[in-house]
Protein backbone atom coordinates (compact mmCIF):
# COMPACT_ATOMS: atom_id res chain seq x y z
CA UNK A 1 0.00 0.00 0.00
CA UNK A 2 1.37 3.09 -1.22
CA UNK A 3 1.04 6.14 1.63
CA UNK A 4 2.38 9.70 0.98
CA UNK A 5 2.59 11.68 4.35
CA UNK A 6 3.56 15.08 4.60
CA UNK A 7 4.22 16.64 7.81
CA UNK A 8 5.69 20.32 8.38
CA UNK A 9 2.91 22.68 7.87
CA UNK A 10 1.80 25.03 10.46
CA UNK A 11 0.60 28.68 11.07
CA UNK A 12 3.74 31.32 10.27
CA UNK A 13 4.15 35.50 9.73
CA UNK A 14 4.96 36.70 6.51
CA UNK A 15 8.53 36.85 5.47
CA UNK A 16 9.09 33.41 7.39
CA UNK A 17 10.16 30.33 5.96
CA UNK A 18 8.93 26.56 6.47
CA UNK A 19 10.14 23.51 5.38
CA UNK A 20 7.93 20.53 4.17
CA UNK A 21 8.65 17.16 4.38
CA UNK A 22 6.83 13.92 2.48
CA UNK A 23 7.65 10.60 3.54
CA UNK A 24 7.08 7.67 1.24
CA UNK A 25 6.13 4.21 1.92
CA UNK A 26 5.22 0.97 -0.20
CA UNK A 27 6.89 2.33 -3.81
CA UNK A 28 9.93 1.70 -5.36
CA UNK A 29 10.65 5.70 -4.35
CA UNK A 30 13.60 6.54 -6.51
CA UNK A 31 11.45 5.19 -9.51
CA UNK A 32 9.33 7.86 -8.47
CA UNK A 33 9.10 11.57 -9.69
CA UNK A 34 7.82 13.79 -6.66
CA UNK A 35 5.69 16.73 -6.91
CA UNK A 36 4.33 19.45 -4.53
CA UNK A 37 1.01 21.08 -5.62
CA UNK A 38 -1.01 23.61 -2.96
CA UNK A 39 -4.64 24.10 -3.22
CA UNK A 40 -6.89 26.73 -1.97
CA UNK A 41 -10.53 26.24 -1.16
CA UNK A 42 -12.92 27.00 -4.21
CA UNK A 43 -9.75 26.92 -6.39
CA UNK A 44 -8.03 23.88 -8.52
CA UNK A 45 -5.24 22.49 -7.76
CA UNK A 46 -1.69 24.44 -8.31
CA UNK A 47 1.45 23.00 -9.14
CA UNK A 48 4.26 23.97 -6.52
CA UNK A 49 7.37 22.00 -7.66
CA UNK A 50 8.60 18.56 -8.96
CA UNK A 51 11.92 16.80 -8.92
CA UNK A 52 13.06 14.13 -11.53
CA UNK A 53 13.98 10.58 -9.95
CA UNK A 54 17.09 11.09 -8.43
CA UNK A 55 17.20 14.26 -8.13
CA UNK A 56 19.30 16.09 -10.79
CA UNK A 57 16.27 18.42 -12.44
CA UNK A 58 13.94 20.11 -10.53
CA UNK A 59 10.79 22.42 -12.04
CA UNK A 60 8.69 25.75 -10.63
CA UNK A 61 6.21 27.70 -11.80
CA UNK A 62 7.80 31.21 -12.76
CA UNK A 63 6.13 32.66 -9.46
CA UNK A 64 7.59 30.19 -7.94
CA UNK A 65 11.14 30.51 -9.15
CA UNK A 66 13.87 31.68 -6.25
CA UNK A 67 11.62 31.71 -3.08
CA UNK A 68 10.66 27.70 -2.96
CA UNK A 69 13.65 24.61 -3.40
CA UNK A 70 12.70 21.20 -3.78
CA UNK A 71 14.83 18.28 -3.03
CA UNK A 72 15.03 14.59 -2.17
CA UNK A 73 16.69 11.92 0.06
CA UNK A 74 16.11 8.78 -1.65
CA UNK A 75 18.12 6.77 1.46
CA UNK A 76 14.94 8.32 3.54
CA UNK A 77 12.21 7.98 0.68
CA UNK A 78 11.53 11.83 1.47
CA UNK A 79 11.16 14.53 -0.76
CA UNK A 80 11.22 18.50 0.96
CA UNK A 81 9.88 21.91 0.24
CA UNK A 82 11.55 24.58 1.50
CA UNK A 83 9.73 27.45 1.45
CA UNK A 84 11.44 31.13 1.87
CA UNK A 85 9.75 34.58 2.10
CA UNK A 86 6.18 33.58 2.89
CA UNK A 87 3.61 35.40 1.73
CA UNK A 88 -0.36 35.41 3.15
CA UNK A 89 -1.09 34.52 -0.78
CA UNK A 90 1.30 31.04 -0.12
CA UNK A 91 -1.76 30.16 2.69
CA UNK A 92 -2.67 26.70 0.89
CA UNK A 93 -3.01 22.87 1.65
CA UNK A 94 0.09 21.56 0.34
CA UNK A 95 0.10 18.30 -1.21
CA UNK A 96 2.93 15.98 -2.13
CA UNK A 97 2.67 13.53 -5.00
CA UNK A 98 4.44 10.62 -6.60
CA UNK A 99 4.33 10.21 -10.40
CA UNK A 100 5.98 7.31 -12.38
CA UNK A 101 9.07 8.10 -14.63
CA UNK A 102 9.40 11.72 -15.44
CA UNK A 103 8.42 14.81 -13.65
CA UNK A 104 5.80 17.13 -14.92
CA UNK A 105 3.76 19.41 -13.82
CA UNK A 106 -0.07 18.44 -14.86
CA UNK A 107 -1.73 17.67 -11.18
CA UNK A 108 -3.35 14.82 -13.41
CA UNK A 109 -0.29 12.68 -14.23
CA UNK A 110 0.55 11.69 -10.47
CA UNK A 111 -0.36 8.58 -9.92
CA UNK A 112 -0.03 8.96 -5.91
CA UNK A 113 -1.23 11.75 -3.17
CA UNK A 114 -0.50 12.30 -0.29
CA UNK A 115 -3.08 14.14 2.16
CA UNK A 116 -1.73 17.47 2.46
CA UNK A 117 -0.39 19.97 5.23
CA UNK A 118 -1.74 23.08 6.22
CA UNK A 119 0.54 26.12 5.18
CA UNK A 120 -1.29 29.30 6.68
CA UNK A 121 0.79 32.74 6.72
CA UNK A 122 -0.43 35.29 8.22
CA UNK A 123 0.15 39.32 7.10
Known amino acids: QVQLVESGGGLVQAGDSLRLSCAAS????????MGWFRQTPGKEREFVAA????????YYPDSMKGRFTISRDNAKNTVYLRMNSLKPEDTAVYYC????????????????WGRGTQVTVSS
Open 97 to 112: AAKWGTATMGVREYDY
Open 26 to 33: GLPFSSYA
Open 51 to 58: ITRYGGNT
